[in-house]
T-cell receptor, first 117, second 108 residues
Framework: NAGVMQNPRHLVRRRGQEARLRCSPMKGHSHVYWYRQLPEEGLKFMVYLQKENIIDESGMPKERFSAEFPKEGPSILRIQQVVRGDSAAYFC???????????????FGSGTRLTVV | TQLLEQSPQFLSIQEGENLTVYCNSSSVFSSLQWYRQEPGEGPVLLVTVVTGGEVKKLKRLTFQFGDARKDSSLHITAAQPGDTGLYLCAGEVNDMRFGAGTRLTVKP
């Protein structure tokens, strides 16, 4: 997990505030994926990004959620006007390529645990 | 409904016992992976299987990919408390999709 850096590890926000979650992929990886995990559940796909491009955002709510992966800097998952239901662990993963990436596997970060109070 | 169904959802056993957990789907996957996740951490890749019928061994863990590449199993021999964790399977179709996991507890 040390290769993918996520911060902060824990984030507390009041309802209506904005949450920004950051992810720096493993060195040499240009593909970033965000997943959400609720307690006692598996990982739900949210969005897949390459540098400056959103490839697949089919798992992301249409409102309040957005993601970017700029040319320079980390990938950002942004949640506007947070509600209690947004409380979850958000994981970022990276891979070195898209085609056949299942063969290489994903490297996950340690996650950001968002609590909305 | 989940693309990948994992069973059992929870499993609690004594140290030294053997166990098998399953990952099933109606979809065909180009590859399938198993991860283990410990509390407070992200999933860690254990193995990737690619070929139908493939069997891979990782110490006391044996992974099998079904002939039709729709399902997989994980067998652990002589389980140890250190094996405790959430075991997730993930299948690659157009993207990686995860099952809900099997939560394994191995009691000393």
């Amino acid at each position: 997990n040390a290769g993918v850096m996520q911060n902060p590890r824990h984030l507390v926000r009041r309802r209506g505030q904005e949450a920004r979650l950051r992810c720096s992929p493993m060195k040499g990886h240009s593909h970033v994926y965000w997943y959400r995990q609720l307690p006692e559940e598996g990982l739900k796909f949210m969005v897949y990004l390459q540098k400056e491009n959103i490839i697949d955002e089919s798992g992301m709510p249409k409102e309040r959620f957005s993601a970017e992966f700029p040319k320079e800097g980390p990938s950002i998952l942004r949640i506007q006007q947070v509600v209690r239901g947004d409380s979850a662990a958000y994981f970022c993963a990276s891979s070195p390529r898209s085609l056949g990436r299942g063969i290489y596997g994903y490297t996950f970060g340690s996650g950001t645990r968002l609590t909305v109070v | 409904t989940q693309l990948l169904e994992q069973s059992p959802q929870f499993l609690s056993i004594q140290e030294g016992e053997n166990l098998t957990v399953y990952c099933n789907s109606s979809s065909v996957f180009s590859s399938l992976q198993w991860y283990r996740q410990e509390p407070g951490e992200g999933p860690v890749l254990l193995v990737t299987v690619v070929t139908g019928g493939e069997v891979k061994k990782l110490k006391r863990l044996t992974f099998q990919f079904g002939d039709a590449r729709k399902d997989s199993s994980l067998h652990i021999t002589a389980a140890q408390p250190g094996d405790t964790g959430l075991y997730l399977c993930a299948g690659e179709v157009n993207d990686m999709r995860f099952g809900a996991g099997t939560r394994l507890t191995v009691k000393p």
